[in-house]
């Protein structure tokens, strides 16, 4: 994920300050149990990887510039919005 925001950052998609909030967002995500736990069981073949990701952000609203950051990587057309 970090390589992604580093990225994002670099090409002016999202500035800076939101960068750093999204990858601060991401490292406090992967501290709790109940995420991690569901990124180690994640299937590709039984869910797609933008479902995944939207579905699991939606259960905790402190994420939502990772959340935004997620939907510029899943379906670039939202940046236009």
């Given at each position: 994920m970090t390589d992604a925001l580093e990225i994002m950052s670099k090409a002016n998609i999202l500035p800076v300050s939101e960068v750093q909030k999204a990858d601060r967002e991401y490292?406090?995500?992967v501290e709790k149990k109940?995420?991690?736990?569901?990124?180690?069981v994640y299937q590709?073949?039984?869910k797609r990887l933008d479902s995944f990701w939207m579905e699991l952000l939606s259960e905790y609203p402190s994420v939502a510039h990772l959340?935004?950051?997620?939907?510029?990587l899943v379906?670039?057309?939202?940046?236009l919005f």
């Amino acid at each position: 994920m970090t390589d992604a925001l580093e990225i994002m950052s670099k090409a002016n998609i999202l500035p800076v300050s939101e960068v750093q909030k999204a990858d601060r967002e991401y490292r406090e995500l992967v501290e709790k149990k109940s995420a991690l736990h569901c990124m180690r069981v994640y299937q590709r073949s039984e869910k797609r990887l933008d479902s995944f990701w939207m579905e699991l952000l939606s259960e905790y609203p402190s994420v939502a510039h990772l959340q935004k950051v997620v939907q510029i990587l899943v379906c670039p057309a939202a940046m236009l919005f």
